[in-house]
């Protein structure tokens, strides 16, 4: 059999091993210590948020977002249809109700028009919206300028759930730094790694404060141990901080080598009458966590799976819509199409930045020979 190529493997320097091993010398084995503190400082200087709490998942950080906004059950919480599950899984561990939006087919991000046409028709059901869980799929970003206006315009916060989309930018501004409360994850196959993680960055320092405080236990100030709310173990360890530092030393470099698997692709595949790539909108920068495709037909998009899998390479149907899950099935949506085909015809290609060349032949070649 060959060897496989994965979909976005883990891309290690050796250089983490350097920080583990600190940790290790130190006896800082715990959720605290040099490499929490200073994975925290290098995501602040990176993005330019003014603070950072790191955790142990991306999921955890928009859980604790949501808390941290004053969500409570039966609130309102509009989020993608066209995304992982792990965003809208914490709306429920908070008994909130998610409202599906679709998505424009420039960037597959939730349509900024049906967005505002979604507010206004819970608003006129008597329930305006809590927040916005806004959503970077696939490390290109939302058209976030217009969702930021209609977002000023009813008064709704934004949670930018950025989990694929560390490095991207909006006007050199990076994504994840726009809402009140942004969340990266570090889980094994994002485009950087802690082994699993997740960081929640903000600018007001109540926000970090209390992300520290429910991570912990929600122990309150006293000698023994007192507690007026309701904690969480959500913490980072400063082992795998230790990975986090080593891994932020080389985002810039693991981003250009992943927007070249990209141009590659787009290069190599482009001529070809039954795919399409999207285009780069004017200001915006992605980081092209993973590339994706669209084909002409369900049919083709299949072929081309198949044939891929035969080779032993790893492709990936687009997510499947949450109004389309069987355990969202029942929440509020508001629907254009565009999430439903783009899971029908579309397919995330093997985007790992430590794919050589030859993969990228192999690939390509496999790909030109069904669809031609
Ligand atoms: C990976 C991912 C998450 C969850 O992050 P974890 O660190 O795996 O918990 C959330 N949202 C999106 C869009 C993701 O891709």
Redesign the pocket.
Known sequence: MNKKIWLSPPHLTGEEQKYIKEAFDTNWIAPIGTNVDAFEKAICDYTKAKYCTVLS????A?HLALIILGIKENDEIICPTF??A??VNPVRYLKAIPIFVDSERDTFNMCPELLEKTIQARIAKGKKPKAILL?H?YGVPAKIKEIQEIAKQYEIPIIE?A??TLGATYKNKKIGTFGEIGIY???GN?IITTS???ALVANKKKYTNKAVFLATQARDKAAHYQHSEIGYNYRMSNVVAGIGRGQMEVIENRIQQRRRNYEYYKENLGQIKEITFTKELENYYANRWLTTILTDTFKTREKIRFALAKENIEARPLWKPMHLQPIFKNHPNYLNGVSEDLFNRGLCLPSGSNMSTKDLIKITNCIKKVSQ
């Open positions: 998942s991306g999921t955890a928009i995304t992982f792990a965003t959503v799929i759930d989990a694929d994850s570090f889980n994002k699993g993680g997740g």
